[in-house]
């Protein structure tokens, strides 16, 4: 059975909260995935992930450390709003094109809907870091939220995956 929902960890172990994707899918996947879930780690390549979608799929997830002025350690989920090139600023498809690994999933995301592969249902699964200094442990607070994070994560995909398919 192909896969019907991605899971993209998305960050960078070696800068302590930033890490928070990479440990919330390692865990997730661990436990073992629910069926018709596939589980990726993107790291700070976002033009892998835009090569994965590649394959087609109906929902994605997104798990990745954002600053949103939250107190650390607070967990979200968002529907993501994905814009078209088109609605960017000159300044904005400047810095689009000369970043080539698309390390902000926003640019992924924009990529991968100017390529028509973007899945109908986009999520973002994110967590308010407290620091992102070099280092590879998570701060007390993105430890707490990684195990919030695994539930919440559960829940959406078993949800996505059992849903109908859109044609």
Excluded: W
Excluded at 96 to 107: G, K
Excluded at 111 to 124: E, G, H, N, S, T
């Amino acid at each position: 059975m192909k896969p019907r929902v991605l899971v993209a960890g998305m960050g960078n172990d070696l800068r302590q909260d930033d890490g928070f994707g990479i440990a919330v899918i390692r865990c997730f996947e661990a436990a073992g995935a629910p069926e018709g879930v596939l589980v990726y780690e993107s790291g700070i390549a976002g033009i892998g992930l835009v090569q994965e979608l590649m394959d087609g799929y109906e929902a994605l997830v997104i798990v990745d450390a954002a600053d949103r002025g939250e107190a650390p350690g607070t967990v979200y989920l968002l529907e993501a709003e994905v814009s078209t090139q088109e609605e960017l600023t000159e300044e904005s498809r400047q810095e689009f094109l000369a970043d080539t690994h698309l390390t902000v999933p926003s640019q992924a995301l924009t990529l991968a809907r100017a390529l028509d592969i973007l899945p109908p249902k986009v999520y973002i699964l994110g967590c308010q870091p407290k620091e992102c200094g070099l280092g590879m442990d998570l701060s007390e607070p993105v430890e707490r939220g990684v195990v919030e994070a695994i539930e919440r994560l559960r829940d959406l995909t078993v949800r996505l995956a059992g849903e109908p398919a859109t044609s």
